[in-house]
């Protein structure tokens, strides 16, 4: 089992809708990561949280520490959204940093 | 400025040629240090990961290896590649230290296609 699940695997909306990607993870983390990855495959970091909500234009993201859970929000989508999503989270193991990757959730949004 | 790079950005190689990719950052010591690969159609899979010169953990076995001769950099190596390995590999990297809320670093990536 993953130590990091993500949901949807895959997303298609309309152009406006509210978009919602669900992360959760298995142990306590030291921080929570949303990415964004073009098809290219270059992967731009899009936060970084440990708590609370973060906020950057179009997007949201979330965490909620008791429920080990994470969301990330994209209000008004349009079609440059489209992508894939991906969690990832830094563990905490032996001392040693492990960043671990969602399987990613891939979003199309049509206009 | 805390930045990663890594290269080459895409490579085509054949079947059990040796391959050798790398990763270096700057504006950072000691950091804790990341290969990642991702398969056609799949996620993230972690590889390597390194805390420190000399020292890294293996999370699958498989065909590569990993050595980080100096502090700032992370090298993944394969001594014959097999069609399997295509992939899309990322180095990636988080300060050391452990404190609440580290930031990661992506690479941009490396496209291998064995042939």
């Known amino acids: 089992k993953n130590e990091v699940e993500q949901s949807p695997q895959n997303l298609t909306a309309q152009e406006g809708e509210f978009i919602t990607i669900n992360c959760s993870y298995s142990v306590g983390i030291s921080a929570l990561h949303w990415l964004q990855q073009h098809p290219g495959g270059g992967i731009v970091s899009l936060f970084m949280l440990s708590s609370g909500k973060k906020k950057h234009g179009r997007l949201i993201a979330t965490i909620n520490i008791q429920e080990k859970h994470s969301s990330l929000h994209i209000t008004a989508s349009h079609p440059r959204d489209s992508a894939v999503y991906i969690c990832?989270?830094?563990?905490?193991?032996?001392?040693?940093?492990?960043?671990?990757f969602g399987q990613g959730t891939r979003l199309t949004i049509n206009p | 400025s805390q930045t990663i790079h890594q290269w080459p950005a895409t490579l085509v190689q054949p079947v059990g040629s040796p391959l050798s990719l790398e990763c270096t950052v700057e504006g950072t010591s000691n950091p804790n240090l990341y290969w990642y690969r991702q398969a056609a159609g799949r996620g993230l899979q972690l590889l390597f990961y390194s805390v420190g010169i000399g020292q890294i953990s293996s999370e699958v076995p498989q065909n590569l290896s990993a050595s980080r001769p100096q502090d700032r950099q992370f090298i993944l190596s394969s001594k014959k590649l097999l069609l399997s390995d295509s992939g899309f590999y990322l180095c990636a990297w988080v300060p050391r230290g452990g404190y609440e809320g580290a930031e990661a670093f992506f690479g941009q990536g490396t496209r291998l296609t064995v042939v």
């Open positions: 990832a989270a830094t563990f905490i193991i032996q001392g040693a940093q492990k960043l671990v």
